[in-house]
């Protein structure tokens, strides 16, 4: 009898198995789709799993969004900063070109305002030390320039032709110390000499101790040294002081900035000095 | 420690096959996990822990699958049966046969599932042969790889 059992075990086994399984079938059918007692608890056995299955889905899914994000940002990132360097070089040469059309405008306005035969220059070299005392344009004899010719910007005066190569020419600008223009005090008409200091300022010389002068006062030539015509600016009084024997000394801020100073005009041809300020 | 295998062999199927039907849902169609791990055991195992592995198989997808509770129990405890009386009278461990009694594990488990839900009086949705068919192929090719990867196992 033993042996037959034992013999026979699995298919008791597969039957009492397949009847359990009806079983739990049948009774769920009958409890009209309410669960058993048996179903939750194999329920609450499973749900561990379930559960873990949906935390390391979430995971890995997380990370796989955050890598790949990530890496989209960083691309996008690349891309970003590259698009604004490319942007910020463009803005720059827009702004200069802004800059040298507004520069060009003004000395357009300038060439038609004066009624001299005028030419249009670029600054190409400063002194060797850097200052502006001498600064070299690229016009020279061939485009006829001379010596002495005035050279102004519509600030005022820049200084004169020292030098003219053929395709070059040298410019003394007022700073220079060893430069003369004959200069009036625009409100007042008192006259003097302008001399260059060297660095950025001009002073006037041989001004009567006697004669008005104020600190804001408006320089212009006077037209008496025969290169400049007379009545463009050359700069505001910035002090007054005590010169030699009976005279003032006046510093003179030029109006002209010598260190930013890169297109000038070459007045070629002058007939007649106008009465005319630059400003 | 062969019942502690069990449980987490059972334990990691229902794992992946969570993570499969909540991540790749069209995948999840072809694979039967449980099928598979019940055609392992009713291969490598004697008829009782098989049969056993098959029920406690089968009650844990009916749980995932909000099925009638019991019917994946009969099913795969059948099949447990079958699988393991075959496996007693031929040799199944090269890959072909393999594959054979695993697609054919699998029609069968369907199949069976059908059959009890139609005398069960429940509607039937029959997927379509060929559905049926692609789901036999997938679970093989799937059985093949868990069974080269459990042979490497400690």
């Not at chain 1, 060297?198 to 037209?223: H, Q």
Request: hydrophobic content about 45%; overall charge neutral; charged content about 20%.
């Amino acid at each position: 009898m033993a042996h037959l059992l034992a013999e026979r075990k699995p298919y008791l086994l597969l039957l009492v198995l397949l009847t359990f399984n009806l079983g739990l079938m049948s009774s769920r059918i009958k409890s009209a789709g309410q669960r058993s007692i048996l179903e939750e608890a194999i329920l609450s056995l499973a749900s561990p799993f379930l559960k873990a299955a949906s935390w390391v889905g979430h995971g890995v899914s997380g990370t796989w969004t955050e890598y790949v994000d990530l890496r989209g940002v960083q691309r996008e990132n690349r891309r970003l900063g590259e698009k604004i360097d490319a942007l910020a070089l463009k803005a720059q040469e827009a702004e200069e070109e802004r800059q040298e059309l507004q520069r060009l405008r003004d000395l357009l306005d300038l060439r038609d305002s004066v009624p001299w035969t005028t030419l249009t220059a670029r600054v190409i070299a400063r002194g060797v030390d850097g200052s502006a005392r001498i600064v070299t344009v690229d016009r020279g004899s061939h485009d006829g320039v001379r010596l002495n010719q005035p050279v102004l910007t519509p600030r005022g005066i820049v200084g004169r032709i020292i030098e003219a190569a053929p395709g070059t020419s040298k410019v003394q600008t007022i700073l220079d110390p060893n430069s003369g223009a004959a200069g009036l005090i625009q409100r007042t008409r008192v006259q003097g000499m302008i001399v260059g200091e060297g660095e950025r300022t001009c002073r006037m010389e041989y001004v009567s101790d006697l004669s008005n002068v104020e600190v804001g006062d408006v320089i212009v030539t006077s037209g008496l040294d025969q290169i400049y015509p007379k009545g463009y600016t050359i700069g505001v009084v910035e002090s007054i002081g005590e010169g030699e024997g009976l005279t003032k000394l006046v510093a003179i801020r030029p109006e002209v900035d010598f260190r930013r100073l890169e297109e000038v005009l070459v007045v070629l041809k002058t007939e007649g000095p106008p009465e005319k300020s630059a400003r | 420690m062969k019942i502690v295998r069990g449980v987490v062999t059972l334990g990691a199927a229902a794992l992946a096959q969570s993570l499969l039907s909540h991540y790749g849902p069209a995948l999840a169609g072809y694979c039967d996990l449980f099928t598979i791990v019940v055609v392992y055991y009713g291969l490598t195992c004697p008829p009782p822990a098989a049969m056993m592995m098959g029920t406690a198989a089968g009650l844990v997808e009916d749980s995932l699958l909000h099925s009638i509770l019991g019917m994946n129990g009969f099913t795969k405890t059948l099949i447990s049966y079958l699988v393991g009386s075959i496996g007693s009278l031929f040799m199944l461990n090269q890959t072909i046969p393999r594959f054979g009694i695993l697609f054919t594990a699998t029609i069968l488990d369907r199949l069976a599932e059908l059959g009890l839900s139609v005398a069960m009086g429940r509607s039937l949705d029959f997927p379509g042969t060929l559905t049926i068919l692609q789901h036999g192929l997938g679970n093989g090719v799937l059985g093949l790889l868990f069974f080269w990867v459990a042979a490497r196992l400690p």
